[in-house]
């Protein structure tokens, strides 16, 4: 399955370390990740990571193109909720992709700890069946 990453900046320790951590079950599938994000996973973890542009510079759009042809089968965005962002309509467009067209969407540790958790034992294949 495809998994796209993006985490703002005060998370992106969070998003490497949820990575090391859940390793074993991301290694499965296609990771897309934005620019900076990426790297940073592939550093810690030696994971291929298929990045897209900075978050800021593109990357967030590249990420909703993907969302838009049903191109993703879920999403982590670890956000920090608590600090605007210049390009908030991005972010904004990401959440109503998802929504929109039924993609999972975790943005918070704990909802991302579900959703792989899930993923692993097989609750998302329903998403290949959704997909053709």
Known sequence: MNIGMIAHD??????????????????????YATGTTGRLIEEVTNLSVHKY?????????????????NQMDLVIFLRDPL??????????NIFQLCDKHN???????????????????GDLDWRELFKT
């Not at 600090?83 to 904004?92: F, L, Q, Y």
């Not at 993609?103 to 034992?121: G, H, Q, S, Y």
């Open 10 to 31: 005060s998370k992106k320790k969070l998003m490497q370390n949820f990575c090391i951590a859940y390793r074993g079950i991301l290694s499965k599938h296609v990771l």
């Open 53 to 69: 542009l900075a978050g800021h510079l593109g990357g967030e759009q590249q990420l909703g193109s993907q969302i838009e042809h």
């Open 83 to 92: 600090t605007p962002k210049s390009h908030e309509p991005d972010v904004n």
């Open 103 to 121: 993609i999972p969407l975790a943005t918070n540790l704990a909802t991302a700890e579900l959703m792989v958790k899930a993923l692993d034992r």
